[in-house]
């Protein structure tokens, strides 16, 4: 794999004395997902900021394919694309003008062809020649898109694209970052939703009050620091847990008819043997079992939080 | 150099100026002929002629100046202000971008704008007065001078404004009044002599007389003076625009 984006201990501070960002390297790879999450005001927008330029970092370095973001800053935007947070368009340009603006300024001559072919894939076309005004905010947020994606950027980072959008172009969304990935596009996003994090990243890292908690593989993160519960359902209800089962530390749900085990998947004897048979030995008779494994938005929750997972 | 981004801004800055061409036409026309009613007609018939030049004529230098300095402070503080104030700056401050390049997009969209104007009430004022000009190449100059120099000075003054009222407070409180008293419509010899001196610190005077002068060869200060007086202008401007550029003030966190 090849390393499209370098970050080494990049620090922002501002003259207030706040460090927005304290110290935060990562290597990411050419053509892969990654999702930071983080809490509101954890440094997601000021680390993507600080790499394309719209804030200056107080030190440490950037090198996207190669190229100083500050000493060889043309090179390395031209290989960026930024879909912001905040829908900041101007309300009386046309769509078309707009995005054809965007490829003019990342130093592309006129292509109608291209800019053609993006406002089709993004459902556009047809509203090309409508003042952004006119849009509902979700087309608007697909304008953004096409705005970024107008200069054929390698590196794509993603703002928040599903913030306050609806469901249905959630997933129009997702089906755009899986064709880019195809494409080879390297991404970048920032996210609230665990969920969209988790069905579409390849990577997750997590940074909280401007720094990097941990970057990790999606699947590894999730069977290293995920926890696994077993639910045995009961054909009758119960008003308490046996007290023979008390070293299997069970709780019991709301309705009374089903006992919750908590276990590690990485331990030698995760303990369900054990616990069945003394299940069945306290008399009590099982309906079903289930198990469930612990979310992206638990373990984030937790490593945010400081508690283990 | 990036041409493509220069041309992009110049050309989305324009776009914006034809979408409202009928006002940006109608407005200067408009404002013109009432200027030639209430001071060419009503109050120039009182006055008649000023040093051998109709009055009708003579405030022409001074009416394309008003206009043209005011356009283009508004053009292009209104230009670099409106993307701070929607937010779409990020995409000036993310582009492959030098600052020059954006100031040259946009001050040279502004003064293009301003320039325009300036032709529309020069050819307005044609249907009005009996107007010469006796050295058109330099007042070529100081027109395009006064466009881009007042453009620049726009420029920082909407990457200066943090909200609306900021950005009309330097042209009302400071530039208006500098024209009006800057000779605009009377000569600087109609007054007495305490303020004959005291006008010579308005370098609005300086302009106007330059721009006069390549009209009817009538000056109130010495030609080359009004000329290093536009350029020292324009190279404060510049020079302040570099500070801007180098510390990233107001633009860059």
């Known amino acids: 794999m090849t390393t499209i984006l370098s970050i080494k201990d990049l620090r922002k501070s501002y003259a207030d004395g706040f460090e927005a960002l304290k110290g935060v390297s990562l290597d990411i790879e050419q053509g892969e997902i990654l999702a930071l999450l983080g809490p509101n005001g954890a440094g997601k927008t000021t680390l993507i900021s600080t790499i394309c330029g719209i804030t200056t970092p107080t030190s440490g370095t950037v090198m996207v394919g190669g190229h100083d973001t500050l000493t060889d800053f043309r090179a390395a935007r031209r290989m960026i694309g930024l879909v912001p947070q905040e829908i900041a368009l101007e309300p009386f340009e046309k769509v078309w003008n707009t995005v054809r603006l965007s490829r003019g300024l990342f130093g592309l001559g006129r292509d109608d062809a291209k800019i053609e072919d993006i406002l089709r894939k993004l459902s556009l076309w047809d509203k090309r020649k409508n003042a952004i005004k006119e849009l509902s905010g979700g087309m608007k947020r697909r304008v953004l898109i096409a705005k970024a994606l107008s200069h054929e950027p390698r590196v794509l980072f993603l703002d928040e694209p599903t913030a306050g959008v609806d469901v249905e172009l959630r997933k129009d969304m997702w089906e755009i970052v899986a064709e880019l990935k195809q494409a080879g596009v390297t991404i970048i996003l920032t996210t609230h939703y665990i969920e969209e994090a988790e069905a579409i990243a390849d990577r997750i890292g997590v940074i909280d009050k401007g720094e990097l908690l941990l970057v990790q593989d999606k699947n590894t993160l999730m069977a290293q620091m995920g926890k696994k519960q077993l639910e045995v359902m009961l054909s009758e209800p119960i008003q308490t847990i046996p007290d023979s089962l008390a070293e299997h530390n069970l709780m019991l749900n709301g309705n009374g008819d089903a006992l919750v085990y908590t276990y590690d998947t990485h331990a030698d004897r995760t303990g369900i043997t054990t616990l069945l048979n003394d299940v069945a030995q306290a008399g009590l008779v099982l309906r079903d079992v289930q198990t469930r494994q612990s979310s992206l938005e638990e373990i984030f929750v937790n490593l945010v939080s400081g508690e283990p997972a | ?253």
């Open chain 2, 1 to 253: 150099m990036n041409w493509s981004a220069i041309a992009a801004i110049y050309r989305f800055e324009m776009a914006r100026f034809f979408r409202t061409l009928a006002q940006s036409f109608l407005s200067p026309v408009l404002s013109t002929s009432l200027y030639f009613v209430v001071f060419g007609t009503a109050i120039g018939s009182r006055i008649q002629e000023v040093e051998g030049v109709s009055y009708g004529a003579f405030i022409v230098p001074g009416l394309i100046m008003l206009s043209v300095v005011m356009l283009a402070i508004s053009n292009a503080s209104f230009g670099i202000y409106f993307p701070k104030f929607l937010g779409t700056i990020y995409e000036l401050l993310s582009a492959p971008v030098d600052f020059i390049e954006i100031v040259i997009g946009y001050v040279g969209a502004a003064a293009t704008k301003a320039l325009f104007v300036g032709v529309v009430i020069l050819v307005t004022a044609s249907f009005f007065v009996d107007l010469r000009i006796e050295h058109p190449f330099a007042m070529a100059a100081f027109l395009i001078l006064t466009c881009l120099s007042f453009s620049l000075l726009g420029f920082i003054i909407g990457i200066w404004a943090s909200n609306f009222e900021q950005m009309s407070l330097v042209p009302q409180l400071v530039v208006t009044p500098l024209i009006f008293l800057g000779g605009t419509f009377y000569s600087i010899s109609m007054l007495p002599p305490l303020w004959q001196t005291v006008t010579l610190f308005n370098p609005v005077v300086y302009l106007i007389s330059g721009f006069r002068w390549s009209f009817y060869g009538l000056a109130d200060v010495p030609i080359g003076l009004s000329l290093l007086a536009i350029l020292a202008f324009t190279g404060l401007c510049l020079g302040i625009i570099g500070w801007i550029f180098k510390t990233g003030w107001r633009i860059r966190s």
